[in-house]
């Protein structure tokens, strides 16, 4: 059996999954499996062992504000939580005019960190985030297997001429952007196509004799993509020259302590959580919970980020229990609806433990996935800059009040998961 490193940038959304994949492979039968990402994820894979690797500047360990880093990445969260308040083209915009002002950060550090890694470690494959570019281009320099790994929407992996990383190909009914914002952002994001692409030329130019990518944003594996998401009928098409293992979901089981089985037990419960950006909005956290507590007898549990003082006033009302942090993959067992914003994770979280869900899509694939919901019937979205505290209730009242109408697709997501899943990549890697 082959031997692998899991490479994940250091991002807990993007580790979390990712370490959950690498304990599967090594489940599954793979020999050496070795889990790498920034220092301060090294107890997600207990189970294998660990590198210290870190592949961007960038880092979010759970809390993005609270998160330590340099001066200019604190001010890029700043700045696009601000971005987040003018709505969907203006939160786009600002990313991806964030990634074209700093298109490939310290590529050369990051191959030459592999480069000792793989000198050390000799692994048959490896597996890298689909957007953490820098590793994928170090790796194509290096002329060493891998497999892609999708962190995202399906829609990461850029397929045709006319898709564009950054652009959604598919728009949620209460999202979307007016015909003059989306030929503005179709504009900035081919901008950050070619820029991207020139990036990884002059690296290549500079670094390794290797083929150039004809566009950077579409390099992907040749092999395999490992994709966090359930296979849904109507994705986009994907890259033809590589097979796609669709996880469904990337969870591992995970009880709820005494302590907050307490609070839960005996309730009915929505849970409220934003993700590890988000939350810093509390202003509509603020609403979301105004909204959930005109639904007698329901208890909302949210998870607040670093604002839980601006929203301690809430907590005053006892059906209101609100922390920085809450174990979400061990509560949704035991919530009848959850209000998230259209994330991977909590999306497939979801679908797992057959959640209906309220998404409030803000930024990045939030959109695609929000549509996604829509059309599984998973969930109901809101314009989360638009939404009044009367609009999440009739939401939550929609979602409560209806038996599940995903019942299919929560047991096709239960009977997939990252076992079967690393099971099925070793096959496809052996033929």
């Not at 030459?112 to 320099?141: E, F, G, K, M």
């Not at 109507?234 to 669709?246: D, S």
């Not at 979801?350 to 969930?379: N, Y």
């Not at 009739?394 to 047991?411: H, I, M, N, Q």
Request: proline content about 9%; some cysteine; aromatic content about 6%.
């Amino acid at each position: 059996m082959p031997g692998f490193v899991v490479v994940s940038p250091p991002f807990r959304s993007h580790a979390q999954p990712m370490s959950v994949f690498a304990t599967s492979l090594s489940t599954a039968g793979a020999q050496d499996v070795t889990f790498a990402c920034g220092a301060e994820f090294a107890d997600l894979a207990p189970d294998v062992p660990f590198e210290d690797l870190r592949t961007t500047r960038d880092s979010n360990s759970g809390i993005a504000e609270r998160t330590a880093q340099d001066a200019r990445s604190a001010r890029d969260v700043t700045d696009f939580l601000e971005a987040t308040k003018g709505g969907a083209a203006a939160a786009l915009l600002a990313q991806t005019r964030r990634r074209r002002a700093d298109p490939l950060a310290a590529p050369d550090q990051v191959l030459h960190a592999l480069r000792s890694l793989h000198d050390r470690l000799r692994p048959d494959w490896y597996v890298v985030d689909q957007i953490d570019y820098a590793t994928t281009l170090a790796l194509h320099a290096l002329d060493l297997p891998f497999v892609s790994y999708v962190t995202g929407h399906p829609t990461y992996l850029v397929a045709q001429d006319d898709q564009f990383f950054g652009l959604p190909q598919v728009w949620p009914s209460a999202v979307r952007p007016s015909p003059e914002e989306l030929a503005e952002l179709a504009a900035e994001v081919r901008l950050t196509d070619r820029a991207l692409t020139a990036a990884f030329t002059k690296f290549l130019r500079d670094f390794a004799p290797r083929p150039v990518p004809p566009r950077a944003f579409a390099m992907t594996s040749s092999h395999a993509a490992v994709v966090n998401y359930p296979e849904l009928p109507w994705l986009p098409p994907l890259p033809a020259h590589q097979e796609q293992i669709f996880l469904g979901h990337c969870t591992a089981p995970e009880p709820l302590d005494d302590a907050w089985l307490d609070r839960v037990r005996g309730r009915q419960v929505v849970l409220v959580a934003l993700g590890t950006f988000l939350s810093a909005r509390h202003d509509v956290l603020r609403t979301v919970v105004r909204g959930a507590l005109q639904i007698p007898d329901l208890t909302v549990v949210v998870a607040a980020g670093g604002r839980v003082a601006e929203l301690a006033d809430l907590a005053t009302d006892p059906r209101v229990v609100l922390e920085s942090v809450v174990p979400q993959r061990a509560l949704l067992p035991h919530v009848a609806a959850m209000v998230h914003h259209g994330g991977n994770n909590s999306f497939t979280e979801c679908l797992q433990a057959g959640v209906p869900a309220v998404v409030l899509p803000f930024s990045s694939d939030q959109f695609c996935i929000a549509h996604d919901a829509e059309r599984t019937g998973a969930g109901v979205c809101l314009d989360p800059n638009t939404a009044a505290p009367q609009d999440v209730t009739k939401a939550l009242r929609s979602l409560l009040e209806e038996p599940e109408p995903f019942a299919v697709l929560r047991d096709n997501v239960r009977a997939a998961g990252p076992d079967r899943g690393a099971a099925r990549l070793l096959d496809v890697l052996h033929r």
